[in-house]
């Protein structure tokens, strides 16, 4: 089992969890419906990813039955 050399203090480990930091995810308009989508994600919104349609919507079913 390892064990630590020698005692680290209080500040030296509070210092060193104290750099984990959360940052903003990626986000982007999307090119077909300007909505904000996540970078490299297919939007949620229209179901568009890189000019395709890679999936079915909620939105287009209520279209649909219109």
């Given amino acids: 089992m390892a064990v630590p050399k ?10 060193r969890i104290a ?3 959360v940052s ?3 986000i982007s ?3 077909n419906c300007h909505e904000m ?3 490299h ?3 949620p919104n229209c179901g568009y990813y890189k000019g395709e349609k890679k999936i079915k919507v909620a939105a ?5 039955k219109k």
């Fill in 6 to 15: 020698t005692k680290i203090s209080k500040a030296k480990g509070r210092s």
């Fill in 19 to 21: 750099n984990w930091k």
């Fill in 24 to 26: 903003a995810p990626g």
């Fill in 29 to 31: 308009e999307c090119p």
């Fill in 37 to 39: 989508k996540l970078e």
């Fill in 41 to 43: 994600r297919v939007c």
């Fill in 60 to 64: 287009d079913k209520a279209e649909k």
